[in-house]
């Protein structure tokens, strides 16, 4: 009786090629690894910012092209002060 291989009794048994075999467990791991592609690709692109920085002052809200610091009673303001309230008043801030 011939000597058969160790390759060659794994290939007759399993009665697929190594190479079909290696595609198959890749197949397995497809997701994961597309998945972690897809997050590292994301966390590396970035998104268009909605606000900036200048002179040291946060500009949050961006309307119609311009940059404003404050958002109240649904409009936008680059500036606000506080007013002090005078015979027991309240104080308020102010807008513009």
């Known amino acids: 009786m011939p000597m058969i291989s160790a390759a060659k009794k794994y290939v007759a048994t399993t ?7 290696v595609l198959g467990k890749l197949m397995k791991n497809l997701l994961p690894l597309v998945f972690a ?3 590292g690709v994301a966390c590396f692109v970035p998104a268009p910012a909605s606000a900036y920085y200048y002179g040291g002052r946060y500009y949050r809200y961006s309307y119609r092209g311009h940059y404003y610091r404050y ?3 649904g ?3 680059r500036h ?3 007013v002090v309230g005078v015979n027991g008043r309240a ?3 102010r807008y513009w």
Do not use: A, F, T
């Not at 009665?15 to 075999?21: D, G, T, V």
């Open 75 to 77: 409009h936008y303001y």
């Open 80 to 82: 606000r002060v506080w």
């Open 71 to 73: 958002h109240y009673h």
């Open 15 to 21: 009665k697929q090629s190594p190479c079909l075999i």
């Open 37 to 39: 592609l897809v997050l």
């Open 91 to 93: 104080g308020y801030y």
